[in-house]
């Protein structure tokens, strides 16, 4: 099986040794997105606007992959304070209208000191 990592330069650089994403035949595995810019500056202003620019991120590497947001099967959302709950999903819900699985979990600290983060899996 073939699995080729994705690179887009319209999507915040990997904060690290990873790729953006991993495309397969049956999947796209996209590493988790950080509210940065395309050259990796982090996002200031409310939770929305950090889900938003997560979710922006995503969609610029699921299109360098061939795929896009519509085919997202699966999505993990990490937070920092689970009081951001609603207002993520407020944003969230905006992006992916059909409504793919997923998972949203509470966790200590994210990369950067950010509050939210993004990954998902997807169609080719």
Same mark, same amino acid.
């Given at each position: 099986?073939?699995?080729?990592? +994705?690179?887009?330069?319209?999507?915040?650089?990997?904060?690290?040794?990873?790729?953006? %994403?991993?495309?397969?035949?049956?999947?796209?595995?996209?590493? @988790?997105? #950080?509210?940065? !810019?395309?050259?990796? *500056?982090? #996002?200031? @202003?409310? #939770? =929305? =606007? &950090?889900?938003?620019?997560?979710?922006? *991120?995503?969609?610029?590497?699921?299109? /360098?992959? @061939?795929?896009? #947001?519509?085919?997202? +099967?699966?999505?993990?959302?990490?937070?920092? !304070?689970?009081?951001?709950?609603?207002?993520? *999903? /407020?944003?969230?819900? &905006?992006?992916?209208?059909?409504? $793919? %699985?997923r998972s949203c +979990? %509470?966790? &200590? =600290?994210?990369?950067?000191?950010? !509050?939210? /983060?993004?990954?998902?899996?997807?169609? $080719?």
């Amino acid at each position: 099986m073939s699995a080729t990592p +994705v690179f887009t330069k319209n999507a915040a650089p990997p904060a690290g040794p990873y790729s953006q %994403a991993i495309k397969t035949p049956t999947a796209i595995y996209c590493s @988790g997105q #950080i509210p940065c !810019d395309a050259e990796g *500056n982090l #996002i200031e @202003g409310t #939770i =929305q =606007q &950090k889900t938003a620019a997560c979710i922006s *991120n995503l969609k610029a590497v699921l299109e /360098e992959a @061939g795929s896009s #947001i519509e085919k997202v +099967v699966k999505v993990n959302a990490f937070l920092t !304070d689970m009081s951001n709950f609603a207002a993520m *999903n /407020e944003e969230y819900a &905006k992006w992916f209208v059909h409504k $793919p %699985a997923r998972s949203c +979990v %509470a966790v &200590k =600290q994210l990369p950067k000191g950010v !509050d939210v /983060e993004i990954e998902c899996i997807a169609l $080719p």
